[in-house]
């Protein structure tokens, strides 16, 4: 069967006027959409989203941020899709990744706390299957 993985479209990103670009790249790819929605997400959901970063020192300025305004959740679909996104996405700090990359192509470092990086990507299946749960909980 095919993988899943949960990619987010960041409030930074979504400021930024991103999302298309982001699905665009996506859908590029050969990558499916099987679930997307705009919400902005409450503390709860982040906290559970990122669960292995509690207690780090970025952790609170992370869902501060993530709960600053809309993001784009979706479920997509495809061969290798967790790695296929990761690779799209590039490196964590967008003053190093890679250009080609979203965030090597369109982010920065604005100096904030935590830092702003346009997308997210699940890092593995259990994540993955994790995060889909709590995101798209009714999605099958
Ligand atoms: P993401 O892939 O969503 O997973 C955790 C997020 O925390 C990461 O993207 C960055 O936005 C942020 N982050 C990770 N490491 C650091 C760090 N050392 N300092 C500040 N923010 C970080």
């Given at each position: 069967?095919?993988?899943?993985?949960?990619?987010?479209?960041?409030?930074?990103?979504?400021?930024?006027?991103?999302?298309?670009?982001?699905?665009?790249?996506?859908?590029?790819?050969?990558?499916?959409?099987?679930?997307?929605?705009?919400?902005?997400?409450?503390?709860?959901?982040?906290?559970?989203?990122?669960?292995?970063?509690?207690?780090?020192?970025?952790?609170?300025?992370?869902?501060?941020?993530?709960?600053?305004?809309?993001?784009?959740?979706?479920?997509?679909?495809?061969?290798?899709?967790?790695?296929?996104?990761?690779?799209?996405a590039g490196a964590t700090d967008p003053t190093t990744a890679a250009?080609?990359?979203?965030?090597?192509?369109?982010?920065?470092?604005?100096?904030?706390?935590?830092?702003?990086?346009?997308?997210?990507?699940?890092?593995?299946?259990?994540?993955?299957?994790?995060?889909?749960?709590?995101?798209?909980?009714?999605?099958?």
């Amino acid at each position: 069967a095919p993988e899943r993985t949960l990619v987010l479209v960041k409030p930074d990103g979504v400021r930024r006027g991103l999302v298309g670009e982001v699905l665009r790249r996506v859908e590029a790819k050969g990558y499916v959409l099987v679930a997307l929605e705009m919400r902005t997400a409450d503390r709860d959901l982040l906290g559970a989203h990122y669960t292995e970063h509690a207690g780090k020192p970025f952790f609170e300025p992370l869902v501060d941020f993530m709960a600053s305004g809309p993001v784009v959740a979706a479920v997509v679909e495809g061969h290798r899709v967790i790695e296929g996104f990761r690779s799209l996405a590039g490196a964590t700090d967008p003053t190093t990744a890679a250009p080609g990359t979203l965030r090597g192509d369109l982010g920065r470092d604005w100096g904030e706390r935590v830092v702003q990086n346009l997308v997210h990507g699940s890092d593995s299946p259990e994540s993955a299957s994790r995060e889909i749960g709590l995101w798209f909980p009714g999605l099958s």
